[in-house]
């Protein structure tokens, strides 16, 4: 529970299973092999075309991506833990520091 506290996370994934590679000598003991993508692709429709135009804030084009299915690569990158594709550690490296 500390890991997910100092990582900034929702409680919500308190109770979930999370894995981590024990590594081996084909992956140098890293626990990771190949390349997993982290994608987060936005579909512009009309409603997010316009507010672009319109020079709409950053909240509001949130907002109208969340509402077309737009998934934000933290979320992307938990999922991919959740399911065992990478660490936890490595999907808050790459999407929540910085």
């Given at each position: 529970?500390?890991?997910?506290?100092?990582?900034?996370l929702?409680?919500?994934?308190?109770?979930?299973?999370?894995?981590?590679?024990?590594?081996?000598?084909?992956?140098?003991?890293?626990?990771?092999?190949?390349?997993?993508?982290?994608?987060?692709?936005?579909?512009?429709?009309?409603?997010?075309?316009?507010?672009?135009?319109?020079?709409?804030?950053?909240?509001?084009?949130?907002?109208?991506?969340?509402?077309?299915?737009?998934?934000?690569?933290?979320?992307?990158?938990?999922?991919?833990?959740?399911?065992?594709?990478?660490?936890?550690?490595?999907?808050?490296y790459?999407?929540?520091?910085?």
């Open positions: 529970w500390e890991k997910f506290r100092s990582y900034g929702p409680a919500t994934l308190r109770n979930k299973c999370f894995y981590e590679g024990a590594g081996c000598e084909d992956c140098q003991h890293t626990g990771y092999r190949g390349r997993e993508a982290l994608v987060a692709r936005l579909p512009v429709d009309e409603r997010i075309a316009a507010e672009i135009l319109r020079g709409g804030s950053a909240g509001e084009l949130r907002r109208l991506a969340a509402k077309s299915g737009y998934r934000e690569l933290k979320e992307i990158a938990l999922q991919k833990a959740l399911a065992g594709r990478t660490s936890l550690d490595e999907a808050v790459e999407t929540f520091t910085g």
